[in-house]
Every structure is written in C-alpha cells, then in structure tokens.
C-alpha cells in the first residue's frame, strides 16, 4: 500500500516485463544511472534517485498506456505502436537502436504464393491482427476492384487467424497459406521453410511519451540522459600524441563532433589531442594516425554523455 501512496508524485515509465526488448532496456536504464530494485513478483519498482517509478508492462500494452496518459514515458517497438493504432496518441522522442526487425508476410518455400496478391481470400496467421487486416482489406479491395467483385457476395476476402505464438509452425500445420509475423535475423523463419515476400513495416525500439506528461522537466531530464547514453555506445575517446607540424592531418582524420581537443605538450614541437571517434571504425582511424606519425594512441570507453 505504502508503494501505491507514492506513485501520484512520480513520473511513471512503463518499461517490457520480458521478451526481446527487455534485456537490452534493463541495459539502458542502467547506463543512464535510474537506479532501482524490483521486488520479485513486483511489476512496479521506485526508482532511489529519481521521483520516478517504473511500471514493467508486457510491450504490446506499453502504447496505449502511455496513448492513453495513464503512464508518461515508455519504451517499446514501433511495431506495438501500430498494432495498437496509437501513432496520433504518443509522441516518438527517440529511436533506441536495438529491437530492429522487419514485420513481414511469409509463405512457404514450397509450393507457397508468389506474390501478396495470391495470397487473397487464403488463411493468414499472425498475432498482428490489426495491422494485418489493415494491409488486406486493402488488398482485398484492389483485386475485388480489378476483376469487377468489389461490394458484391463474390468478393473474396482474407482470413486472419488470430496465433499467439509460435506463428512460423501455422502453414506446416496447415492452420494457414500465409503468416505475418516478425523477422529479425531470419533464422527461424528459414528453419519452418519459409521466406518473406512483402514487408509490411521495419520497427525498431522507441523511447515515448505522452502527448500531455505529468512531469515534462523530468521527461527532457530522461530523454537527455538515454540520448547520452546512445550516443556513449556509438563512440570512443582516443587520446594520442602527435607532432605540431601533423596536427592539421591528425584533426582531420580525428575532428570530433566539433573540433579536437589539442594541449601543448613539454616539447614545443608536440602536442596531444584528444576526440571523440566512432567506434565501428576506430581501428581504421588509428591505422591512420600512425601512418603521420602520431604515438602514444590510446582508446577510452564512453559511459555516458552529452553531445
């Protein structure tokens, strides 16, 4: 009882209570230091230095929560913000960069339909229902149109069956001619002997909000920190030094997100710089500035920060 007192004074984020996005955003909150302990069985955790608590929601609700205003920040996919239909109801602030997949409509290697347009009036299986019967009311309305059916008894339409996991199985089962489901590496969708044919949407993790937030200062003050903390794993901090008559080479292949710090060393003829680098290319980075002589080239981890 004492927890639910407190919760009309705080900002509530409403954050995966597992599956695919849960691991990474435990991950998220760490490196932006929102410091809490969940109770087990507990779907609601205070957070220590913060007048905030996170709410721990399966992702497919997290939309309409926070569409709703039940709740001010959450994370989940792009994907359940459609499926929920609450684009026009939150507000995207950040795309989060992990959870990225593809939401596609799938039919067996074998024997399965060439294209979406084959596909209508069959059985189609998915978890998605309504993105799904968005996408084929409308293609069922343009092959209905084409061959003269639309709004009569003969119009042939789409069967979605609604599969609550597992979706891959439903063609080799024969419970469907088609699935709509995720794809991420494709691994599982190779293994049940399918391929995609037509990509509905891509989705990604999201941070959002929203349109009317209890604590707008402390929603700016969490953005800002999960921006940092995004940027942190994008980059490193290099350090290295370099003679004064290379500095215009070395700022070049190190320029930083503005300029390179540079301090004058004991040696007049020398001096250190330091920048932040990109880190899926600082081995090439470093190649280069040993290539005009720079030494001392040393590499930094970046915890968080502000850019």
């Known amino acids: 009882m004492e927890l639910i007192k407190d919760l009309p004074d705080r900002l509530l984020f409403a954050v995966p209570k597992k599956g695919r996005l849960h691991a990474s955003c435990l991950s998220l909150l760490e490196g932006a230091d929102i410091q809490f302990h969940r109770k087990n069985r507990l779907d609601i955790a205070l957070v220590k230095n913060l007048p905030m608590a996170l709410v721990f ?10 569409g709703e205003g039940n709740v001010d ?12 239909e609450a684009e026009n109801k939150v507000d995207q602030l950040l795309e989060l960069g992990f959870g990225k997949c593809r939401l596609c409509i799938q039919v067996p290697v074998k024997g399965g339909a060439a294209n979406v347009e084959e596909l209508v009036g069959k059985r189609i299986a998915t978890s998605f229902e309504g993105i799904s019967s968005k996408f084929f009311n409308k293609i069922d309305a343009e092959a209905a149109a084409a061959n003269g059916t ?27 001619d088609g699935i709509v489901d995720l794809v991420e ?3 599982t969708m190779q293994a049940a002997g399918l391929h995609d044919i037509v990509t509905i949407l891509t989705s990604q993790a999201v941070l959002i909000t929203s349109k009317k937030p209890s604590h707008p200062d402390l929603v700016q003050t969490i953005t800002g920190r999960i921006k940092g903390v995004i940027a942190a794993q994008k980059y490193v901090y290099i350090n290295y030094n370099v003679e004064r008559k290379h500095l ?3 700022s070049a292949i190190t320029p930083g997100r503005r300029a390179p710090t540079v301090s004058p060393l004991e040696d007049p ?3 250190a710089v330091s920048s932040m680098v990109l880190k899926n290319n600082v081995a090439h980075t470093m190649d280069q500035l040993e290539a005009i002589g720079a030494r ?7 915890q968080n920060c502000r850019v």
């Open 57 to 66: 929601l399966p992702a497919a609700d997290i939309a309409k929560f926070v």
């Open 73 to 84: 920040l959450g994370i989940t996919g792009q994907d359940m913000i459609a499926e929920a």
């Open 150 to 176: 639309l709004g009569t008894d003969a119009q042939k339409k789409t069967e979605l069956v609604f599969v609550s996991g597992s979706v891959e199985a439903a063609c080799a089962l024969g419970l469907a």
């Open 185 to 187: 590496s494709g691994e």
């Open 248 to 250: 215009k080479e070395a």
């Open 269 to 271: 003829e020398w001096v």
């Open 296 to 302: 001392d080239i040393l590499l930094f981890d970046i």
